[in-house]
């Protein structure tokens, strides 16, 4: 099969590797669409020890089934590998489990291939429908969709009445505005640095997006629930600034460092600050089924490139020339 190969630090390289055997309990899938993650990049930075070189990354994909009983089927690949048994996952938490594993990890290869191997219990089946491009967005979004359902418990008040802004207009960022709107909040903004990203942001989705550290930027003590999808030190520092008296900041972004929180105002003021990561598997099938009732806008963010043109996508993503705010990859024939 060809593979898109991250083979040492900011290098890829398009080439045969062997096609994977299926071992028990799993099925080959052929990847019709893989995005592009944020964690994705932090590995071709070096910054990931889970991911090191030579590695198949990878792990936003949809496709067909090609082995087994279920062979011909299309679906959307969840991930987030766990031990059913573990004690987390019986009560529902399987995403902070110690036994998961991801995909694009030496143990289990990602989807930047034309194969890919999955345990059949992680695979959503899709509508005939459905995009493959938008199925393979599934993964993000539930991210998201987890990110705010952890948000909306925290809230004091009904979402529709509260002030959401939201810091990063990458693939995660957006699609937190687009699952607040989905989840009734009225008023949202996006924070986000790169100019051509805010343009297709209120382009596709029609979303307020602001460039930060400007006049633009929502006053102090004036948000009630903020959503870091950076995770940098001048996000936690502007999520800290923002956020009102009983607020809550929830933090999904993934960037190393700690700096920026004001520990002091998080005290004094009783904003509550969360973590969020990754999606249960019921936060992953809700958001298929949104995704398959076109509940979630336009999905109009995103540009389509061959897997071959992967080496590409990747620096273009690294000097901020890309629109979107995620680029996902076709393999061959798909």
Known sequence: MRALVYTGLNTLVYRDEPDPVPGAGEVLVRVEAVGICGSDM??????????????????????RIVSGARAGERVTINPLVVDPNCPYAIEGRWHLSPTRQILSTPL????FAELVLVPERNLVTIP????????????????????????KKLMHQPLAACRVV??????????????????????IRIGETNAMRRATIARAEGFDAYQPGT?????????????????AAQTRVGASAMVRPGGAIVHVGLLPGHEGLDIRKITLQEITLSGSYCYTPQDFEQ???????????????????????????????????????KIVLRPPGS
């Open 215 to 231: 006049n633009a930027e929502p006053p102090d003590s004036s948000v009630d629930l903020v959503i870091d999808a950076v995770g």
């Open 42 to 63: 932090h590995a071709y930075h070096g910054h990931d020890s889970r991911r090191p070189a030579p590695l198949i990354l990878g792990h936003e994909a949809a496709g």
């Open 287 to 325: 958001t298929v089924a949104a995704l398959a009732g076109r509940r979630l806008g336009r999905l109009a963010w995103f540009e389509e490139r061959p897997l071959s043109d992967g080496p590409r996508a990747f620096a273009d993503i690294d000097a901020g020339t890309t629109a979107s705010s």
């Open 128 to 151: 005939d429908w459905l995009a493959i491009e938008h199925a393979a967005l599934a993964e993000p979004i539930a991210v998201a969709w987890h990110a705010l359902r952890l948000g």
């Open 108 to 111: 289990r290869p990602g989807a």
């Open 166 to 187: 939201v810091l990063g207009g990458g693939a995660i960022g957006l699609a937190v505005a687009i699952v607040a709107r989905l989840f009734g909040a009225c008023d």
